[in-house]
T-cell receptor, first 113, second 110 residues
Framework: ETGVTQSPTHLIKTRGQQVTLRCSSQ?????VSWYQQALGQGPQFIFQ???????GRGNFPPRFSGLQFPNYSSELNVNALELDDSALYLC????????????FGQGTRLTVV | SQQGEEDPQALSIQEGENATMNCSYK?????LQWYRQNSGRGLVHLIL?????REKHSGRLRVTLDTSKKSSSLLITASRAADTASYFC??????????FGAGTILRVKS
């Protein structure tokens, strides 16, 4: 157990809908990152939040957005869902720094139909 | 886009044997990390090796890093059925983002 919890664990949405995924960081961590993992591939960086500000973004369109709250929990919002958004979404919490490890939650499996 | 490639893509061994996985990357790094993932769930951090380190051990794990060749290897000794999982290497890039390879699927047969 990493102390990072994600909800929900599974979700089915229809193309065009919007979805919000949630993540509670490990105690003491001030940074949260989100990753998308398609079947059979490695995780791909979506964005990172540090002290409630976006602190880096991967190659994802603006319909992927996020928030970090004062208690360092976080949300990932995806608008106008597409079939290709079907994936495992992983949240990772860490303490800001160069040589710190990231602790991952169990992920949310999103299926878009 | 993904940073590098893991080799092999899949590996099947008998319990008790050693398993070696390799990872190559493309850019300069601060550190390289290895993660394990069971059945498409969350990733578990295994080991971090800094760019100025050449070898690191943790229990049955041994990681090497060759920055001149931009490559790393993960050795799992005396493998167990519970080691069956996908293994990913990840490099830390500018912006504190982890860039993962496609992973090696390890199957340990009992």
């Amino acid at each position: 157990e990493t102390g990072v919890t994600q909800s929900p664990t599974h979700l089915i949405k229809t193309r065009g809908q919007q979805v919000t995924l949630r993540c509670s960081s490990q105690s003491g961590h001030n940074t949260v990152s989100w990753y998308q993992q398609a079947l059979g591939q490695g995780p791909q960086f979506i964005f990172q939040y540090y002290r409630e500000e976006e602190n880096g973004r991967g190659n994802f369109p603006p319909r992927f957005s996020g928030l970090q709250f004062p208690n360092y929990s976080s949300e990932l919002n995806v608008n106008a869902l597409e079939l290709d958004d079907s994936a495992l979404y992983l949240c990772a919490s860490s303490f800001q720094g160069l040589n710190t490890e990231a602790f991952f939650g169990q992920g949310t499996r999103l299926t878009v139909v | 886009s993904q940073q590098g490639e893991e080799d092999p893509q899949a590996l099947s061994i008998q319990e008790g044997e050693n398993a070696t996985m390799n990872c190559s990357y493309k850019t300069s790094i601060n550190n390289l990390q290895w993660y394990r993932q069971n059945s498409g769930r969350g990733l578990v951090h295994l080991i971090l090796i800094r760019s100025n380190e050449r070898e690191k051990h943790s229990g049955r794990l041994r990681v090497t890093l060759d920055t001149s060749k931009k490559s790393s290897s993960l050795l799992i000794t005396a493998s167990r059925a519970a080691d069956t999982a996908s293994y990913f290497c990840a490099t830390l890039e500018y912006g504190n983002k982890l860039v993962f390879g496609a992973g090696t699927i390890l199957r340990v047969k009992s």
